[in-house]
């Protein structure tokens, strides 16, 4: 009979000490699998942080680019605007004299070959000042198109950081969850 409640003892024992084995195998499993996504998890966030660092980086040079850029702009859009005052004064000017010299030949106050050459010369001078007046503008729509993609890059780094800032705080909720889950882990193998 005590052989027999040995025995049954013995058996009882043994499967509890088998059902702790597997019972324990399995927390050492969970385990390595979590410190596994652990270190996973804090791997994707240094590359996160470092991926947003050179965002933030691009993105304040291309601040400070654009602002640079918009100064000089604004100092070239006023040197222009200066310009183009003075050809379109140069250019009255010259309408001016061109009309009192067709008076003049429509006049014959003066002789012909002289009136035609200085006519000649005056409407060449207007046409060069006016082709100058044209470049002009031409250079200013350039510096407006070049300001305009410059605020659309920095647009799409503000975006890009956005992004990646979004990135980073998922990956620092995941790293949370799953040190949160380690420390259970452990918690439970060492019981």
């Known amino acids: 009979d005590s052989e027999e409640e040995e025995g049954v003892v013995n058996q009882a024992a043994a499967a509890v000490s ?17 410190t596994s996504d652990n270190a996973n998890l804090q791997h994707q966030l240094s590359e996160a942080e470092e991926r947003l660092s050179n965002v933030t980086q691009r993105y304040e040079q291309s601040t400070e680019n654009c602002q640079r850029e918009k100064e000089v702009r604004a100092t070239d859009l006023t040197g222009f605007n200066t310009d183009k005052a003075v050809l379109t004064s ?4 010259l309408e001016r004299e061109l009309e009192v010299l067709q008076e003049r030949v429509s ?25 100058r007046g044209d470049a002009l503008d031409d250079e200013k729509i350039d510096l407006e198109t070049t300001l305009e993609e410059l605020v659309l890059d920095k647009e799409q780094l503000r975006e890009e950081k956005e992004m990646l800032e979004d990135q980073l705080e998922e990956c620092k909720i995941d790293l949370e969850s799953v040190q949160l889950e380690l420390e259970d ?7």
């Open 18 to 34: 088998q059902a702790l084995v597997e019972r324990n195998n399995e927390l050492t499993a969970q385990l390595s699998s979590l």
């Open 90 to 93: 140069q250019i009255t000017s």
């Open 107 to 131: 006049s014959k106050s003066s002789t012909q070959e002289h009136s035609h050459v200085s006519m000649a010369k005056l409407r060449a001078e207007l046409t060069s000042a006016q082709r």
């Open 185 to 191: 882990a452990r918690g439970q193998l060492e019981e």
